[in-house]
């Protein structure tokens, strides 16, 4: 599966509760690659042994039996174990889930500011052993914790979507001794430059009738950024974007609305819109400001190129880090 860029920085932002209780450290390797360098970082994770802890309660199971699935965070500050599908699987299966913050996002950057050069240990290789690691290690704690001996294991499965989907499987091919199996949602695991088969996908998945008021709504912006470029950004929030910037913005309303199940929304809100009478820019606006903005956690500034310049690290930048992120080798 191909991967379309602008979509996969929203997939932690869209609301969700979490489960975990508080912020772990360990100390990872900085650079898996190179023997002669021994520097290391502090990679935050979470944990959650809700299920586990109870089966054990309340059976006679040993600890060893307890599955552990390793729900990797992908191109995002990891905020937790979400409450969704992950857990539901370990409350079926009495299983421990563990999450790796990805290196340089979030409280788990080496460096205090990521220049070009603090990030050449930035990849999805280095990544894909740091999830070796990690595994190797909350193993010897879940040891030491049980009172097992050093060479027990527990049965490990990796969880992952879309990048850290792809994390998942190659993980699974590279160090298939460390994990049963891989659940990759919508895992990446193709590049392709110019995917226009996602725009596409957009088009058929909202039927004819709405693919054609959409981009009829997009030449209404064009024709609206011509005549009064300020004016227009203004009733978006993107007061001073480049056009470029801007117009990435806009479709992406609309792309990622689709893409999380939220079709019939946007439709209905440009056909109501559209029936009133109300101009189209206007109406892609409101429909921005009242429901996209807020449902996804969006700041429209986000989408400027201003961002690939912030140098410091924090909760909730990523932009610079996923747009430098090179695709694992065929190693």
């Not at 500050?77 to 409350?91: H, K, L, M, Q, V």
């Not at 160090?175 to 891989?182: A, D, E, I, N």
């Not at 609309?254 to 056909?271: L, P, R």
């Amino acid at each position: 599966m191909a991967i379309r860029i602008s979509t996969v920085l929203l997939l932690l932002t869209v609301p969700l509760t979490f489960a975990s209780d508080g912020d772990l450290f360990f100390d990872q390797i900085l650079d898996h690659f190179d023997p002669e360098n021994d520097a290391t970082f502090r990679q935050r994770y979470f944990e959650d042994t809700t299920y586990c802890d109870s089966a054990l309660l309340r059976t006679s199971a040993l600890p060893s039996t307890c599955p552990i699935f390793l729900y990797i965070c992908g191109e995002a500050t990891c905020a937790g174990i979400p409450n969704d599908y992950i857990r539901e699987y370990a409350r079926k299966f009495d299983a421990i889930v563990v999450t790796p913050e990805h290196r340089y996002y979030g409280r788990s950057s080496p460096f205090e500011e990521l220049t070009y050069e603090n990030l050449t240990y930035l990849s999805s290789r280095q990544a894909i052993n740091d999830l070796a690691v990690f595994r190797n290690f909350y193993q010897g704690v879940f040891n030491a914790k049980h009172k097992l001996s050093d060479g027990s294991e527990n049965p490990w499965i990796t969880f992952g979507v879309s990048y850290s989907g792809g994390l998942a499987s190659w993980f699974r091919l590279k160090f298939p001794h460390l994990t049963l199996g891989s659940l990759s949602s919508s895992g990446v695991a193709e590049a392709v430059l110019a995917y226009t088969a996602f725009d596409e996908q957009v088009a058929t998945s909202v039927g004819e009738e709405c693919a054609s008021l959409l981009r009829n709504t997009t030449q209404s912006i064009e024709m609206s950024l011509k005549a009064d470029s300020n004016k227009t950004k203004a009733m978006f929030g993107a007061t001073g974007m480049i056009d470029g910037d801007f117009m990435y913005l806009v479709a992406d309303a609309a792309a990622t609305s689709v893409q999380y199940g939220y079709q019939d929304t946007v439709c209905d809100a440009m056909n109501r819109s559209k029936n009133a009478g109300v101009n189209l820019t206007a109406a892609l606006a409101d429909y921005c400001n009242s429901f996209w903005y807020r449902t996804f956690g969006i700041n429209p500034l986000s989408y400027s190129q201003e961002k690939l310049k912030l140098v410091v690290p924090g909760e909730y930048t990523g932009s610079r880090q996923w747009f430098h992120s090179p695709a694992p080798a065929s190693d």
